[in-house]
């Protein structure tokens, strides 16, 4: 695989690593995994992959740097030309949004607490925290305690209930034994109550990937990768990393759209001290009008 993607990096470095997370319950075996991390490297700019190495990795690997490939091949966009009346969310991305705005808020162990939504807004969808499936990073059918996992609506989409995820729902996980247990998320799915609906045909800021990502109590900010502008006519131009600043409730906006993917996020779910966790996305891409009625602000970091 490092060969074939040589003719489009300028360097390529793939490493394996075996990773065993001793439980602090004795009585459960150790849960071990086996990691691909791809870098690559273009024009001075580098860039990571995270997989677990299983019959699929390499393929997941393949399409990741394919869509990076293509991204960097595109014009630049101009300075002043981020105007968009569509935002688009692709699944990482989306899966990134309602992992921070939806589950860290309804961590229990925080004492956050439910969303109040000022008017809520039928969704299209349902999203989930579950223990996940055995061939996904960060599967848990147990947690640090012992405690079987089950699955959690965090959110209802057709009338907004909330559950709170807590030690009796199997939530308690730690980076090892030499850490104390808290309230984490694990795999976060989101399921279609009906067909998807395609976004109008108007510009579009597109965001194919979140670098990173943080929850601060009534909004999430999050750093985009592999962003694009789609403008009426068509045309589609590179933009540089953004940094995206959402109120909670944007989350009512979207529609989602197309098939549900399984993404992972390379640096996993980080909380208090404790490095992250392996987490999975399980979602379709998404899309909302972007309006001046609600708070969204967006911030170019650097260049193309």
Not at 31 to 43: C, E, G, K, N, Q
Request: proline share 8%; hydrophobic share 40%.
């Amino acid at each position: 695989m490092a060969s074939d993607l040589a003719r489009s990096f300028d360097a390529v470095r793939l490493e394996l690593r075996d990773e065993v997370r001793e439980l602090r319950r004795p009585a459960r075996p150790p849960l071990r995994r086996r990691s691909a991390y791809l870098d690559v490297s273009r024009d001075g700019e580098s860039y990571s992959f995270l997989s677990v190495w299983d019959r699929g990795s390499a393929q997941r690997a393949r399409r990741w740097a394919q869509a990076l490939v293509e991204h960097l091949d595109l014009p630049a966009a101009n300075a002043g030309e981020l105007d968009a009346e569509v935002l688009e969310l692709r699944p990482p991305a989306f899966g990134y949004l309602l992992h921070e705005a939806l589950g860290h808020r309804l961590e229990g162990d925080d004492h956050v607490g439910p969303i109040v939504w000022r008017r809520f807004k039928a969704l299209s969808f349902d999203v989930w925290d579950t223990p996940g499936h055995p061939e996904w990073i960060g599967f848990t059918p147990w947690d640090d305690e012992g405690t079987s996992g089950r699955p959690v609506r965090l959110l209802a989409g057709r009338d907004g209930r909330q559950e709170l995820l807590r030690a009796a729902t199997g939530n308690l996980r730690a980076v090892d034994a030499s850490w104390h247990p808290l309230v984490r998320q694990r795999c976060l799915e989101v399921r279609p109550l009906c067909p998807g609906r395609p976004p109008p045909r108007r510009s579009a800021l597109v965001i194919g990937d979140i670098a990173e990502g943080s929850f601060h109590g009534d909004h999430v900010v999050l750093r985009s990768s592999r962003q694009l502008l789609r403008q009426r006519d068509g045309r589609v131009l590179r933009l540089p990393p953004l940094r995206l600043i959402l109120p909670l409730d944007v989350v009512l906006g979207f529609s989602h759209d197309g098939d549900v993917e399984v993404w992972n996020p390379g640096a996993g779910c980080h909380k208090g001290l404790q490095r992250g966790l392996p987490v999975t996305f399980s979602c379709p891409s998404a899309w909302r009008a972007i309006s001046d009625d609600h708070e969204m602000q967006v911030e170019v970091l650097g260049e193309t």
